[in-house]
């Protein structure tokens, strides 16, 4: 293995994100990556820039918590609903309506729960609640957004939502799915999903780190706990809740939702997210039996819902041009994104995991492009490979 040339070759790695962190684009990163190569297991972690730019300097650290966003839907969505499907508690040709009922309302009833993991069921992408449910607060003169009524009537209203376009006619990317499908976790389970994802996902996975973090419950403002506070890293100055995003979810729908929901609020760190996709690959690759293997393999494939898209089951899979994994991740790979400037990709067929974690938001937004997936991909799976 010629390590003197891979380490050569990451250094182009931190020189892409201090360039970036330099250029004002985001305030800090973290990145891990891990090869399996010829039996030997090649590593690079780079922890670069501030975690926490105002109301204090605070650098960023490998133990750095962040709000991974979407990253939600893989790591706690898509995997519970992996467990109740190989537990046969549910079908991913099921209807979703056969566990919700309202949600056959308004043509929905052919909806199943493959449609929703890959975002061809209909259902828009995204919408406001957050706003819709402050409106009704404000003319109710009752307490909503950030309650469990608040998060119940914003469920019902994604689960009675109509379809904007026709059944499996289009894969659009989108919120509202995997809301619902937070909604089906609980109405099988029994339980809240930050509690199922606890017990069935994080605990066993021995992921210590990664957490829903709920909001208060009775619509006062948010006090994170100070020391959890000083482990995160911290968002944008958010207009709608007129202050600096700091230890609660940036999201303003899981924030109205109370913290919790299928689609986002999820937090975690830079070795947890590791952690995940290395037991995803190899469970994969049957060295692990920590997730059923059967569902995971098929979890991983593409759907072809509708012909041509490159959803796999809850997992983006690389598209021909333009993918965000870069030029040497293989056509066997699945990832996904987070708005925070957050992304996990696993080539299960190079046997590879990279994790991205920035917070790309906190006070430079507007001036930024986020073009570092990328670059920084190619630097580091180059780098591996060249070895």
Not at 138 to 165: C, F, M, N, Y
Not at 175 to 199: H, K, M, P, T
Request: glycine share 8%; with cysteine; charged share 25%.
């Amino acid at each position: 293995m010629k390590w003197s040339l891979i380490k050569r070759k990451l250094e182009r790695v931190d020189r892409a994100l201090d360039k970036a962190i330099d250029a004002a684009e985001l305030p800090g990163a973290v990145v891990y990556a891990r090869m399996h190569r010829d039996g030997e297991i090649l590593e690079h972690v780079s922890e670069r820039g501030f975690a926490v730019v105002r109301p204090e300097r605070l650098p960023m650290r490998r133990e750095t918590v962040f709000d991974l966003a979407s990253l939600t839907k893989p790591m706690a969505t898509t995997t519970a609903i992996l467990l109740l499907v190989a537990e046969g508690r549910v079908s991913l040709d099921d209807p979703v309506a056969a566990v919700l009922p309202a949600f056959g309302e308004r043509d929905k009833d052919a909806v199943t729960i493959r449609h929703l993991l890959t975002h061809s069921a209909g259902l828009k992408p995204w919408r406001a609640f957050h706003e819709e449910l402050r409106e009704r607060e404000r003319k109710s003169l009752e307490p909503l957004v950030q309650t469990p009524a608040g998060r119940e009537w914003i469920l019902d209203r994604v689960v009675r939502s109509g379809l904007v376009h026709d059944l499996a006619e289009a894969a659009v990317y989108g919120d509202l799915d995997f809301i619902a499908l937070g909604a089906v976790i609980e109405a099988v389970s029994g339980q809240r999903l930050d509690v199922f994802c606890q017990e069935r996902v994080f605990g066993p996975l021995g992921l210590e780190n990664t957490r829903f973090e709920p909001l208060p419950g009775d619509g006062s403002p948010h006090q994170p706990d100070p020391a959890w506070r000083r482990r995160t890293a911290a968002n944008e100055n958010c207009p709608w809740r007129q202050r600096i995003v700091w230890g609660e979810v940036h999201d303003p729908n899981a924030s109205a939702m109370g913290g919790v929901a299928g689609h986002a609020g999820l937090f975690s760190t830079a070795d947890d997210v590791m952690r995940f996709g290395q037991t995803w690959l190899d469970v994969w690759h049957g060295r692990s039996d920590a997730l059923p293997r059967e569902w995971v393999q098929q979890f991983s494939q593409r759907q072809d819902l509708p012909p041509g898209s490159d959803w796999a089951l809850g997992w983006d899979t690389p598209a021909a041009t333009g993918s965000s994994a870069g030029e040497h991740f293989s056509a066997t790979s699945v990832g996904h994104l987070g708005f925070t400037g957050t992304s996990l990709w696993i080539d299960l067929e190079q046997d590879a995991v990279i994790v991205m974690l920035t917070n790309r938001h906190h006070l430079v937004e507007k001036r930024s492009k986020f073009a570092l997936r990328v670059p920084v991909h190619d630097a580091i799976m180059g780098a591996f490979l060249a070895g």
